[in-house]
T-cell receptor
Framework: GQNIDQPTEMTATEGAIVQINCTYQTSGFNGLFWYQQHAGEAPTFLSYNVLDGLEEKGRFSSFLSRSKGYSYLLLKELQMKDSASYLCAVMDSNYQLIWGAGTKLIIKP | ETGVTQTPRHLVMGMTNKKSLKCEQHLGHNAMYWYKQSAKKPLELMFVYSLEERVENNSVPSRFSPECPNSSHLFLHLHTLQPEDSALYLC??????????????FGAGTRLSVL
């Protein structure tokens, strides 16, 4: 079966750095997505990785290792507004997104 | 302004009611999706429409009936639901039919409670 694993919840301090991990086992691979979802709001696209390596976008970076079936989202200089759920999703061989259950990130002052 | 609008935002219905969820996208996209999001569970893909034709139906009970009258609008018709159908229903759209690198854009969802 297809499976995406990510931690259920993480806590970090304002101004710090946090890394959210995602491991996957899917039928084929056509890229990995990270989305951010604030409570009661729409998931919004953060990043897409299809090749191995690190993609940086401002305070957010996403890393992919296809051989290990592993990705992480790195958030730097954390702000209170970063408190949200972070969803990892992999596009399989049928171009269907397989989703993780999300990681709820709590930022403390 | 959000590119994908869902109405209503909240809906409470009895098991014998019939209601419809509406989704409208203003992004000029050609594919639209319905997802179910339950607490602490992964998003479940329900239906996919590409160029107004249904291309995906992931074993969804017949009490959920989708309709896509044009590329900008998507409906989910509900009838004789069960309490376990209570969830957040999300609509999404993407520029092209599902393919590599295709980014999906989501609405804020309809929070459905079935009593």
């Amino acid at each position: 079966g297809q499976n995406i694993d990510q931690p259920t919840e993480m806590t970090a301090t304002e101004g710090a750095i946090v890394q959210i991990n995602c491991t996957y086992q899917t039928s084929g691979f056509n890229g990995l997505f990270w989305y951010q979802q604030h409570a009661g709001e729409a998931p919004t696209f953060l990043s897409y990785n299809v090749l191995d390596g690190l993609e940086e976008k401002g305070r957010f970076s996403s890393f992919l290792s296809r051989s290990k079936g592993y990705s992480y989202l790195l958030l730097k200089e954390l702000q209170m507004k970063d408190s949200a759920s972070y969803l990892c999703a992999v596009m399989d061989s049928n171009y269907q997104l397989i989703w993780g259950a999300g990681t709820k990130l709590i930022i403390k002052p | 302004e959000t590119g994908v609008t869902q109405t209503p935002r909240h809906l409470v219905m009895g098991m014998t009611n019939k209601k419809s969820l509406k989704c409208e996208q203003h992004l000029g996209h050609n594919a639209m999706y319905w997802y179910k999001q339950s607490a602490k569970k992964p998003l479940e893909l329900m239906f996919v429409y590409s160029l107004e034709e249904r291309v995906e139906n992931n074993s969804v009970p017949s009490r959920f009936s989708p309709e896509c009258p044009n590329s900008s609008h998507l409906f989910l018709h509900l009838h004789t639901l069960q309490p376990e159908d209570s969830a957040l229903y999300l609509c999404a759209s993407s520029q092209t039919p599902p393919g590599q690198g295709d980014i999906q854009y989501f609405g804020a969802g309809t929070r459905l409670s079935v009593l």
